[in-house]
């Protein structure tokens, strides 16, 4: 007899292993009924349960207890039992819900994509374009910061923080020593690194990595390209602190940066050095893989970096493909 116990999402049943969090057991089936979440991540432990994005609604408790549960729970925190039904993009009212969820995140932060780093590969913009609504109804003065230098390769635009804790775990459970944390409560609550002391440590760098907005940015990379311009390429070293599998983002000949690889939810698969990452950027310095496969939902991922995808068009007919040849190279040979 199988002990893993049944849930139904969005009208789709699987079979998980008991203890799975309602998120998970979604990631399993994959696809479009798999809640957003700006603050929970596989790879940190205790993460989640901070940004309320990932709400869902459960329409029966279990088998047992087939009773709905009162309020919209979230999805990152809470287990499946078996039977559960759960709703999400079914459920007009935890559509609803996200769009104020998305409200309140956007009361401070400021739209500043034009000029943000984090364009293209912002959780938090895409969580916009897809569950936002197009004004605010918040009247008041929004939070401001400076800008402050973590260390020498990193900066922290606080105005820009989602409060998602995610560098705080990172920092916490990757590095020895803990030198980062958020200071003060409610709309005080700041990150801090105790009076800007630097953060100095060999795994530091994938705070950078792990923040789903622009508020911690690489210096090294700040300003020098949009990303959408930019090619990803895997590529691996011999590394002796990290597995050193990343991701380098070229433009033309010139590495301009190194970020660890990411898997279609953003999250970083293994996390890497502070040598991989600012220390090695040339092309010399690294075995090239291939194009990186770029799967989650940004913009980054719709150039073309492998091959050409015709589309739907084009694909079934060849008269087409015939004309289109020169465009269908170009873009291969790209
Ligand atoms: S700086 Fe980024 S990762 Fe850290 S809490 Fe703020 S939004 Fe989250
Ligand atoms: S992802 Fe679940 S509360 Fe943030």
Redesign the pocket.
């Known amino acids: 007899m199988s002990d893993k116990v049944k849930v139904t999402i969005d009208g789709i049943t699987v079979e998980v292993e008991p203890g799975t969090s309602i998120l998970n057991a979604a990631r399993q089936i994959g696809g479009d009924i798999v809640p957003p979440a700006m ?1 929970y991540y596989s790879k940190l432990e205790g993460s989640g349960g901070k940004c309320r994005t990932c709400l869902v609604k459960v329409s029966k408790g279990s088998e047992k207890d087939p009773r709905p549960m009162p309020k919209l729970l979230a999805s990152c925190r809470t287990t499946v039992m078996d039977g559960m039904e759960v709703q999400n993009i079914t459920s007009p009212e935890v559509l609803e819900a996200r769009k104020g969820v998305v409200e309140i995140l956007l009361i401070n932060h400021p739209l500043d994509c034009p000029v943000c780093d984090q364009a293209g590969e912002c959780h938090l913009q895409d969580l916009s374009y897809e569950h936002g609504v197009g004004k605010t109804r918040y009247e008041f003065e929004r939070r401001t910061f400076d800008k402050i230098d973590i260390g020498d390769k990193i900066q ?1 635009h ?1 105005t ?9 775990y ?1 920092a916490d459970q990757l590095t020895n020593k803990r030198e980062h944390g ?1 200071l003060g409560r409610g709309d005080a609550s700041e ?1 801090s690194t105790y009076i800007e002391k630097a953060i100095d440590n060999d795994f530091s760098g994938n ?1 950078i990595d ?4 622009g ?2 940015t690489d210096k090294t990379f700040r300003f020098k390209n949009r990303v959408w311009f930019t090619k990803p390429v895997d590529a691996h070293r011999d590394c002796p602190t990290c597995s050193g599998k990343v991701t380098l983002w070229f433009k033309g000949e010139e590495v301009l940066r190194v970020t660890a690889r990411k898997d279609q939810y953003g999250e970083v698969e293994e996390f890497i050095c502070n040598t991989c990452r600012y220390d090695k950027k040339k092309t010399s310095d690294w075995v090239i893989e291939g194009p990186r496969h770029i799967s989650n939902k940004s913009v980054i991922s719709s150039n073309h970096y492998e091959t050409l995808k015709p589309l739907p068009v084009i694909k079934p007919n060849l008269a087409l493909q015939a004309a289109n040849k020169e465009e269908f190279e170009r873009a291969i040979k790209n």
């Open positions: 603050c922290l606080m820009r923080c989602i409060l998602c804790y995610r560098c705080v990172t958020i990150i705070v792990v923040c789903p907005v508020a911690l």
